[in-house]
């Protein structure tokens, strides 16, 4: 199974990937797709590669 790939995010910025933080409300790790240069951030999710489909599905719009 070969893992998603992110978009390059609008700004241009091609250095992109999946991050995580640790949520002291739901007490569990979560993932995003978040770009260093903008800001800009992706839909969390409960794996790297469903925050990847997240970030390229939202690209799409």
């Not at 199974?1 to 991050?19: D, S």
């Not at 999710?45 to 799409?60: F, L, M, S």
Request: net charge neutral.
């Amino acid at each position: 199974m070969n893992e998603p790939i992110p978009k390059p995010c609008k700004c241009g910025n091609t250095f992109v990937g999946p991050t995580h933080h640790f949520d002291s409300i739901s007490l569990r790790t979560v993932y995003h797709v978040s770009c260093l240069i903008c800001g800009k951030q992706g839909k969390s999710a409960d794996t790297p590669e469903g925050a990847i489909e997240a970030w390229n599905k939202e690209g799409e719009k």
